[in-house]
């Protein structure tokens, strides 16, 4: 073989060798980013699940008598309502929700476990203390949140089930940007719709969703105020 042809050949086999070699460089590098995504996905979810479980649970529907609480609705005429807690006893607590149609009062009762909802009344028009009279009321009670404060937590009402479906998330209000936010997903057995509830730390209640049929009435925490 010619010296000049020789040489052409060792060009162009060394050329084949660069290009080859880079080839496999990119398509490991394309391996690398495309592994090391869904590890880091899980180590952040990992990161929420453990901040969330060391929240107590009485962080996100915090005791704080004279709080005041607006929230603006969407797709029903009845989703705007006016959150106030009226009354403070130990762990109990009583609240009035007004959409300007009605005023419903609830007391809750908290433990280390879980906050229950034990006593609901329609046509409230006063702010009397009814924790004395409804706090050993048990027969209707509605388990509304429930440790562990983690993903998958589960559990069943009458005629209901929830579930924990996102932890420690950022949402955005017209009230502000909300940090450490848990997800809620109510299952109505019987109707089939759902529900989302969605919880801050040290405030409670931010914002309500409610799906059914594909209609969609939401409730967002417009202002929040502590009340003289």
Not at 139 to 154: F, Y
Not at 169 to 188: E, N, R, S, W
Not at 190 to 219: M, Q, T, W
């Amino acid at each position: 073989m010619k010296p000049k042809r020789k040489n052409l050949c060792r060009l162009l086999f060394i050329l084949i060798a660069l290009v080859m070699l880079i080839s496999g460089c990119e398509e490991n590098k394309q391996y690398e980013v495309q592994g090391e995504e869904p590890r880091n996905q899980v180590e952040k979810e990992d990161k929420q699940e453990a901040i969330a479980d060391l929240m107590p649970i009485s962080a996100l529907f915090p005791f704080h008598q004279g709080m005041e609480y607006q929230f603006a609705g969407e797709g029903n005429e009845y989703a705007s309502f006016v959150r106030k807690i009226i009354h403070v006893e130990d762990r109990y607590l009583q609240l009035t929700d007004n959409n300007g149609g009605t005023i419903v009062t609830s007391i809750y009762e908290l433990s280390d476990t879980e906050i229950k909802r034990i006593y609901s009344q329609e046509e409230f028009y006063s702010e009397e203390n009814l924790i004395p009279e409804k706090k050993n009321n048990q027969e209707s009670s509605l388990i509304i949140l429930k440790v562990p404060l983690t993903t998958g937590n589960n559990w069943e009402n009458d005629g209901e089930r929830r579930e924990i479906v996102a932890v420690n998330q950022t949402l955005d209000l017209p009230a502000g940007t909300f940090y450490g936010v848990l997800q809620l997903k109510i299952h109505y057995k019987e109707s089939g719709a759902l529900a989302y509830e969605y919880y801050a730390p040290n405030l409670g209640l931010i914002k309500r969703e409610y799906e059914s049929d594909g209609f969609k009435v939401s409730s967002d925490l417009l202002s929040f105020s502590l009340r003289d």
